[in-house]
């Protein structure tokens, strides 16, 4: 399947004017760029991208789309000041099966075409994503309407009467779009609205419910600034742990937005933070109070940035498998090179031999609560009904650390982790057994 991209309009609503909305940078990519690794993710690797206004500096920062591992072909709008339609109507001769329908300057959730693709679609039927949720960030006054009767679109446009949903500008087409918008064009509407409501009008236009997924239509600078906002509300998680939520999460992601101005990379990020949980664990060996204070400022600030790779991995579109699971592997030889160090410095100081059981009880938790995490959250989390209780996860336990180490209290800081590490690691057990045995 083919994705076609109208990215052919000037953008006059925008304050900087002369500028090519499309390449209007955000987070580090320009908007097109988010569109094309948007689809990508659905699986989607050929593209049309219909250009007109400044079309050179669109070929010349795309290229033929090598870079993302696409391939891209581009047509030329000559008709570029008229209407949205005759872009799409430009790209008839190049289609000839079902497609994706995007514009340039729409951000959406990846989910959303996933399920979309899934649509079975009679050859002269077409479908148009709505959302029936009125999102604070979203400009319905300037939005396109639709009505909406038993999943069928009735009626589109500005200003259509007792309206039920909004035109996100994503679509899934047969090229029964282009003879719909011919017959526009011919009754003197040359916007893809009015190809709609022919469509509409044969009872050929479906409505696929978007349901809670984010879109945005960055139409000026408003709403620039409300995607800036969006994207970076999509970072929380719904797993964060309340360590995560109240402290570190706002601190990484303001880290975040800085080092995107760099070329530093997520997984470099991840081998920053386990180098400064090496050094963490080294001034616990030495485990005199004043290293034990650097020490857990160290795992705190470790347990901050261990935030912004992820951060910056889901805000330029380069989250990979690899990625996440190199990520999970040095927190765990962190994790435990961290308690090593306490242990051993703790032992060295006081001679006292119960700092390795505790210690070892401590690692043990530690490791189960991190495999528990990935099982609990990844397959069961989102039917299970206990959600609201409190995430005992690695942002707890660097915390208690850091703590720990403020108040010189490391024997009884690895035996809290030791017992609260395991409690949990059993709970989730018989939290998932109650529920799927």
């Known amino acids: 399947m083919k994705a076609l991209i109208l990215a052919a309009g000037q953008g006059t609503r925008q304050k900087n004017n002369g500028a090519t909305k ?52 581009y047509i030329f709008n000559d008709e570029w000041k008229g209407d949205n339609g005759l872009s799409v109507l430009k790209a008839r001769s190049f289609i000839h099966e079902p497609f994706i329908l995007l514009m340039a300057d729409h951000l959406f959730d990846d989910k959303i075409l996933s399920e979309l693709r899934e649509i079975t679609l009679e050859k002269d039927e077409c479908v148009l994503c709505v959302d029936r949720n009125r999102h604070k960030y979203l400009d319905i006054e300037d939005a396109t309407k639709v009505i909406i009767e038993n999943g069928m679109i ?34 003197g509407n040359e916007s893809l609205s009015g190809g709609i409501r022919v469509l509409a009008k044969h009872g050929k236009m479906k409505a696929f419910d978007i349901y809670d997924k984010y879109w945005i239509d960055i139409d000026n600078d408003n709403a620039l600034k409300n995607a800036e906002s969006l994207l970076i509300e999509q970072l929380k998680k719904n797993t964060d742990g309340p360590i995560s939520k109240i402290f570190n999460r706002p601190i990484s992601i303001r880290i975040s937005k800085l080092l995107l101005k760099t070329g530093i990379t997520p997984n470099q990020i991840s081998l920053l933070t386990f180098i400064i949980g090496i050094f963490a664990s080294l001034f616990f060996y030495v485990g005199e109070y004043l290293y034990l204070v650097v020490g857990g400022i160290l795992v705190q600030v470790s347990s901050i940035i261990d935030g912004c790779d992820g951060e910056i991995a889901r805000l330029k579109l380069e989250e990979t498998k690899y990625g996440g699971w190199f990520d999970a592997v040095l927190d765990r030889y962190a994790d435990a090179l961290i308690i090593f160090g306490m242990v051993l410095g703790h032992w060295t100081l006081h001679n006292d031999i119960t700092i390795w059981t505790i210690g070892f009880m401590a690692l043990m938790g530690s490791f189960l609560n991190s495999y ?66």
């Open 22 to 73: 499309p390449l209007i940078h955000l987070f580090g990519l320009s908007l097109i760029e988010r569109v094309i690794l948007t689809v990508k993710r659905s699986g989607i690797k050929e593209f049309q991208i219909v250009v007109g206004y400044n079309h050179e500096k669109i070929r010349e920062h795309l290229g033929n789309g090598l870079k993302f591992g696409i391939e891209i072909d």
């Open 154 to 187: 009735k009626d589109i446009g500005k200003q259509p009467n007792h309206y039920n949903g909004i035109d996100t500008g994503i679509f899934l087409c047969t090229p029964s779009i282009f003879d719909a918008l011919e017959e526009s064009v011919c009754n």
């Open 372 to 437: 528990t995490a990935g099982k609990y959250d990844a397959m069961f989390r989102k039917n299970i009904k206990d959600v609201n209780r409190i995430r005992i996860g690695r942002d707890v336990r660097l915390f208690l650390i850091f703590i720990g180490a403020l108040s010189n209290q490391i024997l009884i800081t690895l035996a809290i982790i030791a017992i609260i590490t395991n409690f949990e690691s059993i709970r989730r057990l018989i939290v998932l057994k109650h529920e799927y045995v």
